[in-house]
């Protein structure tokens, strides 16, 4: 079907899946929340979906 792409963040300490392309946005305003739950991308790959773990740029923070 489609490609879930998300992103992890820990936030205080806790960690939550942020979604990162339009298919995962989707999803999170389907379930009704900003951030993705397992237990809504086990849903979503019960329905053929691929969740896929990308890494944001983080090279701006350390370099001026």
Do not use: F, H, W
């Not at 205080?12 to 739950?37: E, H, M, S, W």
Request: aromatic share 4%.
């Amino acid at each position: 079907m489609g490609t879930l792409e998300v992103v992890v963040r820990s936030v205080y300490g806790v960690k939550q899946i942020y979604p990162a392309n339009d298919a995962a946005r989707v999803i999170a305003q389907i379930a009704g929340t900003k951030t993705l739950t397992t237990q809504t991308l086990a849903l979503a790959k019960k329905l053929g979906m691929v969740v896929q773990e990308v890494l944001e740029p983080q090279l701006a923070e350390v370099m001026p």
